[in-house]
């Protein structure tokens, strides 16, 4: 088998972009944020993480400014943190004129992708 390059277990198969095939039928991280804060909810980094999978919320909200100008409220608290010492981190959602925006902008992507 000389100069061919064969990894142990993929039968020749180049399996490194393998996800690749289904990933475009999942939403974008940017998306499934800026969808959950367009239904009126509202999140901190530990709540994005757990129920969204955003590890960087803060990273996503100056995204959704940053490329669709639409605002996003925040508002800091304090919540338990590491064996319950009090974390403030800040809570981010939209206000309702900013909502409409948000769902008037995911309609229209949603029309785009059908």
């Known amino acids: 088998m000389r100069g061919r390059s064969r990894s142990p277990g ?41 129920a969204l999978h955003d590890h960087c919320l803060h990273t996503t909200v100056a995204s959704i400014q940053r490329d669709y100008g639409i605002s996003v409220y925040r508002e800091m608290e304090t919540v338990a943190g590491y064996e319950g010492a009090p974390t403030r981190v800040c809570r981010y959602k939209l ?19 059908a």
């Open 10 to 50: 993929t039968n020749g198969h180049d399996r490194r972009n393998a996800h690749k095939a289904d990933s475009s039928k999942r939403p974008r991280k940017i998306h499934r944020v800026l969808r959950a804060l367009a239904s009126g909810r509202s999140f901190n980094r530990f709540e994005a993480e757990q």
């Open 95 to 113: 206000l309702p004129h900013e909502r409409a925006l948000a769902q008037t902008l995911l309609a229209k992507q949603n029309g785009k992708e």
